[in-house]
């Protein structure tokens, strides 16, 4: 079945600290993969995708993301967090059906807190 | 260019009840997509409309419905709620088909008594 591991629920990091949020995929063609940040009471704003090519991407807020097919990984890093990262992270992977629109499976989220 | 809205921002119902969620899609954006959102837990696909027409459910019953209208706007109705279905439902468009993004909502924050 297609689906989505985060392995962390909870995370704490010191302000200036590097991040790294891991993120594996289960799924049978080439993914489509996507990061997502919502903090709390809001909507889910996107970070970074990757289709295809080069497996670093870069996204907004300083974040970038590696995908490694051999491990069905994509970790989400930053090298220097911010108090104003605190939020909740999703990563998701599109398991659209032939014929439909991109369709979206999700992990369960990692809650990251940034200390001072 | 608006982005994604939608309406209410909560609402409480009780058990039993019937609701009707709204969504207006980004300008352009023939695609709509709603999920549920349950507390502490990541989105998951209910259905999706392109032009008007169901274009793929997720594990949902049938209790859960949805419309699109004309003008790409969509509506989420859900019938004889249960304390479970509370939840943040969002709704997603996208610019059709071969489009590899969808635009997120901020949601719509429903309690069940």
């Known amino acids: 079945a297609q689906s989505v591991t985060q392995p962390d629920i909870h995370i704490t990091v010191s302000e200036g600290a590097s991040l790294e949020l891991r993120c594996n995929y289960s799924?049978?063609?080439?993914?489509?993969l996507f990061w997502y940040v919502q903090s709390p009471g809001q909507g889910l704003q996107l970070l970074l995708k990757y289709f295809s090519g080069d497996t670093l991407v870069q996204g907004i807020k300083g974040f970038e993301a590696e995908f490694k097919r051999s491990q069905s990984s994509f970790n989400l890093r930053k090298p220097s967090v911010h108090w104003s990262d605190a939020a909740e992270y999703f990563c998701?992977?599109?398991?659209?059906?032939?014929?439909?629109?991109?369709?979206?499976?999700f992990g369960t989220g990692t809650r990251l807190q940034v200390t001072l | 260019e608006t982005g994604v809205t939608q309406s209410p921002t909560h609402l409480i119902k009780t058990r039993g009840q019937q609701v009707t969620l709204r969504c207006s899609s980004q300008s352009g954006h023939n695609t709509v997509s709603w999920y549920q959102q349950a507390l502490g837990q990541g989105p998951q696909f209910i259905f999706q409309?392109?032009?008007?027409?169901?274009?793929g459910r997720g594990n949902f019953p049938p209790r859960f419905s949805g419309l699109q209208f004309p003008n790409y706007s969509s509506e989420l109705n859900v019938n004889a709620l249960e304390l479970d279905d509370s939840a943040l439902y969002l709704c997603a468009s996208t610019a059709g088909i071969v489009v590899n993004e969808q635009f997120f909502g901020p949601g719509t924050r429903l309690t069940v008594l």
């Open positions: 409309y392109y032009r008007e027409e169901e274009n």
């Open positions: 799924y049978g063609a080439t993914p489509y």
């Open positions: 998701a992977v599109d398991t659209r059906n032939t014929g439909t629109a991109i369709k979206l499976t």
